[in-house]
Antibody, heavy 113, light 107 residues
Framework: QVQMKETGPGLVQTTQTLSVTCTVS????????VHWVRQAPGKGLEWMGI???????NYNSALKSRLSISRDTSKSQVFLTMNSLQTDDTAVYYC???????WGPGTMVTVSS | DIQLTQSPSTLPASLGERVTISCRAS??????LNWYQQKPDGTVKRLIY???TLESGVPSRFSGSGSGTDYSLSISSLESEDFAMYYC?????????FGSGTKLEIK
């Protein structure tokens, strides 16, 4: 049974760096990729990036300069790191399995000055 | 980047009604399109993959069709649990892109 869960800081200051963790179970990170998707309040879904089973990554071009996705396969965890945060980075951050079959419940991150 | 234009943005409808949501891509995406439902609590569920394949467990009143740049999601007879947000997603080319969403609301 696949499960995914995001864990984030809740509140981050502007210009600081965001770190969100996605912990998965029921599949291997070396076999399947994990996406990050975010949703600002009242807005649609925005694809952020993916880390593939081989460890390579693809990023949304609009976020690429600020975004990094990494993983710890021994802990079944995927990490999203994004720097130079602004208030419009306030959103629910989701992780999802490679085929978008399974999503986490999301974690709300508020960026405040 | 491939842009997905989803319409309408809001769709008022009644129980039992048939509705259709459109998703148009800025270039051909060769049937590489999924449909998702998002409930008010934020839960996201895949309904349709590869344009027209129904996800296991999804009611048969949902269907998808299309080709090239034009795709659609239809619900044949609305039930109360269908009132939610719907998004299309193209995975033909990276970066992946979502449509802007359709809010299906009770008329």
């Amino acid at each position: 049974q696949v499960q995914m869960k995001e864990t984030g800081p809740g509140l981050v200051q502007t210009t600081q760096t965001l770190s969100v963790t996605c912990t998965v179970s029921g599949f291997s990170l070396t076999s399947y990729g994990v996406h990050w998707v975010r949703q600002a309040p009242g807005k649609g879904l925005e694809w952020m990036g993916i880390i593939w089973g081989d460890g390579s990554t693809n990023y949304n071009s609009a976020l690429k300069s600020r975004l990094s996705i990494s993983r710890d396969t021994s802990k079944s965890q995927v990490f999203l790191t994004m720097n130079s945060l602004q208030t419009d980075d306030t959103a629910v951050y989701y992780c999802a399995e490679q085929y978008f079959d399974f999503w986490g419940p999301g974690t709300m991150v508020t960026v405040s000055s | 980047d491939i842009q997905l234009t989803q319409s309408p943005s809001t769709l008022p409808a009644s129980l039992g009604e048939r509705v259709t949501i459109s998703c148009r891509a800025s270039q051909s995406i060769s049937n590489s399109l999924n449909w998702y439902q998002q409930k008010p609590d934020g839960t996201v569920k895949r309904l349709i993959y590869s344009t027209s394949t129904l996800e296991s467990g999804v009611p048969s009143r949902f269907s998808g069709s299309g080709s090239g740049t034009d795709y659609s999601l239809s619900i044949s007879s609305l039930e109360s649990e269908d009132f939610a947000m719907y998004y299309c997603l193209q995975y033909a080319t990276y970066p992946l892109t979502f449509g802007s969403g359709t809010k299906l609301e009770i008329k």
